[in-house]
């Protein structure tokens, strides 16, 4: 099982970017499936894009076409890319990983917050 710990969310306009970035502690890091999920206040908790060891890509969407994710797996680190950013994007994100799938991830990491405001 990884431990996982996010960095990059903050405060940022609409149409701005952040990226996000998640480094893993654990062995076999490259064999683990990676996404991103994310929760809004008063919202369900929703995946947002997912990445397997093979590199397939899939995302949600309300995200496709803005977000990308990506992987190092020489440094151990999944990223989120978000650019043109919306309102709607306001959430905690958080980091997940699991061997085999990402529907129920045994790995979740301690979250990082985006606000999207003017």
């Known amino acids: 099982q990884l431990q996982l710990v996010e960095s990059g969310g903050g405060l940022v306009q609409p149409g701005g970017s952040l990226r996000l970035s998640c480094v893993a502690s654990g062995v076999f890091f490259s064999i683990y499936v990676m996404g991103w999920y994310r929760q809004a206040p008063g919202k369900q908790r929703e995946l947002v894009a997912h990445i397997t060891s093979g590199g397939s890509t899939n995302y949600s969407d309300s995200v496709k076409g803005r977000f990308t994710i990506s992987r190092d797996n020489a440094k151990k680190t999944a990223y989120l890319q978000m650019n043109s950013l919306k309102p709607e994007d306001t959430a905690t994100y958080y980091c997940?990983?699991?061997?085999?799938?990402?529907?129920?991830?045994?790995?979740w990491g301690q979250g990082t917050q985006v606000t999207v405001s003017s």
């Open positions: 997940v990983a699991d061997p085999t799938q990402i529907i129920r991830p045994r790995s």
